[in-house]
């Protein structure tokens, strides 16, 4: 059956796409991809097919030596043009010839002086959820699996690396060859071309970066081997061969992205301490659940997100220990309330597992809640089976579905006939269709949490915690801290916090972006400078954007918001800008 997907054009009644032949040349001049794609479908298509796309110009299209006829037509902002092929009469395979525009929402072209390196041009590509169009025409809906094989020319002294299997290379030719033999959805493909080094950590595992970071790079996560061994032992053989990481610019919008293979990463994300490889643990989990076992829409986006979120405390607690694993849960249940509370509201049918279907822009409705609600529900059914079984559930629902894109009801059809009563005592429907968050009975208990709410309860008694009480917190524990002060406080505790948490030596990004947010409430003109800074260099969404709604929600700083955006524009992706001019306008400014 194939499940319904506002956020694409495509019809797959009219038949799947099966492998696609990329040929790619660069263009960093013109800021545009020239490819020749040729589609090869699981069926001979008779009549129509129809693609998305998004900015692409299509040139020709051809079948069987002849010309097809095409039609693009109108444009939504959201899902872009749907590409009409005419006229298949029985062809399983056709050749489309197209390039990509210099607005396409997946690609960012950076300029030589914004790389790390500074002298080298950087291209990469962000996908999830809906923008592979914008690169080449597809069923750009995650229910559609298809291997791929690429040639990609990129200039001279640059290398290119996909999210995919490396080709051996000839030598100096600026050719790389790809093929990804394994069968992904669309929203995983993945391209980056810079001035890059290797760095190998083990027989499956390494990173790529500018020369610049690849010593920081390779000593920050040098523990990936080892974290792979931990991830198999949760869930099975790993089945894409090498896991290797791909260092970006800073203005990469996420944290991470868990492109097959070749992992795509913040520089944010390397601090000097390995203080936040949790994120590695977390892309590195989605290898399985969310590339091997994928959401077949995004309203099951949960199965992606929660179940990783679910393997990484899993992997955490083995490798940091359960401290710090309690920690994280208890900040991380923390965040979901206050985000479902403040953003959301408790009723709002987007604090459900299972997301309505009628939306078509998915980059707005795909939230946390998928990730902590999910994993907490998936914590629930761990309870009531015991962990011992509920591990060999996840083994066997790992090969049941591999390579496979399934619905959150296919899931739970699953887990009825493995783990039939987990419905007697979980409240399956009620975690899964009805908005909110229910109680828990898997709930850890943290002293490391419990210890911060003290302190934050004796500051709003108008006692200031002193520095050796700070001193030996555990990163989660400053966010924590930070995440829970009230929004607005007196100018003085803002610079006394910043002193005695040594934030500035800290240079974390996951502490700056709450800090800088109380800081524009309360105020704290002078930290301006640095926020704008900040903004300018830090391209990570989850920093960015709260600081940001908080300038334009504060009366001093709202002016100053259009300003700072348009002077740190070019420095963006096209998804960050298209969220930050979202802000603005929603706001009249
Ligand atoms: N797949 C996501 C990133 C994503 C989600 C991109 C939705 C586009 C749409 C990735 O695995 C992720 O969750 N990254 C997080 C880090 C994680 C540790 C919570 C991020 O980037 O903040
Ligand atoms: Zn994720």
């Not at 974390?508 to 709450?514: I, K, L, Q």
Request: charged content about 25%; proline content about 5%; aromatic content about 12%.
């Amino acid at each position: 059956m194939t499940p319904q997907d506002p956020t694409t054009y495509s019809d797959l009644e009219q038949g799947k796409i099966k492998h696609i032949d990329f040929r790619i040349r660069t263009d960093f001049s013109s800021r545009t991809l020239d490819i020749e794609a040729t589609y090869q479908m699981q069926a001979p298509v008779h009549g129509s097919l129809f693609l998305d796309t998004f900015k692409l110009s299509v040139k020709d299209a051809q079948v069987n030596g002849r010309t097809l006829a095409w039609e693009l037509d109108e444009e939504d902002d959201v899902l872009g043009q749907r590409l009409h092929l005419k006229g298949l009469d029985g062809a399983d395979k056709f050749t489309i010839r197209f390039s990509t525009s210099p607005e396409s929402r997946a690609l960012q072209w950076i300029d030589a002086e914004k790389t790390a390196g500074g002298k080298h041009p950087f291209l990469f590509s962000q996908c999830q959820s809906i923008h592979s169009r914008s690169i080449f025409p597809c069923q750009d809906t995650p229910s559609v699996r298809f291997t791929y094989s690429a040639e990609v020319e990129a200039p001279k002294g640059l290398t290119a690396v996909m999210a995919a299997e490396q080709l051996p290379a000839s030598n100096g030719s600026g050719k790389f060859g790809f093929q990804m033999p394994q069968p992904i959805p669309s929203y995983l493909f993945a391209i980056g071309i810079g001035h890059l080094v290797f760095h190998e950590f083990g027989p499956r595992t390494g990173i790529y970066a500018e020369p610049e970071t690849i010593q920081a790079a390779a000593w920050e996560f040098a523990e990936n081997e080892t974290k792979m061994d931990e991830a198999e032992k949760l869930l099975g053989p790993y089945m894409w061969g090498r896991y290797d990481l791909l260092v970006l610019p800073p203005s990469f919008p996420y944290g991470g992205m868990e492109n097959p293979r070749l992992t795509f990463l913040t520089p944010t994300s390397i601090l000097g301490t390995r203080g936040q490889t949790s994120l590695i643990t977390h892309e590195l989990a989605h290898a399985w659940t969310g590339n091997l076992i994928t959401n077949a829409t995004w309203q099951d986006f949960w199965l992606n997100e929660g179940w990783t979120t679910y393997a990484e405390t899993r992997i955490t607690e083995v490798l940091e220990g359960k401290d710090s694993h309690d920690l994280h849960d208890a900040y991380n249940e923390k965040g979901l309330i206050k985000f479902m509370t403040e953003r959301l509201g408790m009723d709002s049918p987007h604090t459900c597992l299972k997301l309505p279907g009628d939306e078509k822009d998915s980059d707005s409705f795909t939230t946390t809640v998928a990730y902590y609600k999910g994993c907490f529900f998936l914590k629930e059914c761990e309870l009531v089976v015991g962990r011992e079984r509920f591990d060999a559930f996840i083994q066997k629902y790992m090969k049941r579905f591999q390579f496979q894109s399934i619905t959150t009801e296919t899931f739970l059809d699953f887990l009825k006939a493995e783990l039939p009563e987990v419905f007697e005592k979980v409240d399956v429907h009620k975690w899964v269709y009805e908005p909110g968050l229910p109680e828990r009975k898997n709930r850890p208990q943290s002293h490391l949490f419990d210890e911060v709410g003290k302190v934050l309860s004796d500051y709003e008694q108008g006692k200031r915690p002193t520095k050796e009480q700070v001193a030996d917190w555990h990163r989660y524990q400053i966010m924590s801290f930070l995440n829970g002060l009230p929004k607005k406080i007196a100018v003085e505790d803002c610079k006394y916090f910043e002193d005695i948490l040594e934030l500035e030596k800290a240079n974390d990004g996951a502490f700056f972006s709450p800090f800088y947010t109380i800081c524009v409430v309360s105020g704290y003109e002078e930290a301006m400078p640095r926020i704008e800074k900040f903004m300018g260099t830090v391209g990570r969404m989850l920093y960015v954007l709260p600081i940001f709604r908080a300038m334009i929600e504060t009366d001093w700083s709202k002016e100053l918001a259009r300003p700072l955006f348009e002077g740190v524009r070019d420095r963006h992706h096209q998804i960050t800008i298209k969220a930050m001019d979202g802000l603005l306008k929603k706001n009249g400014l």
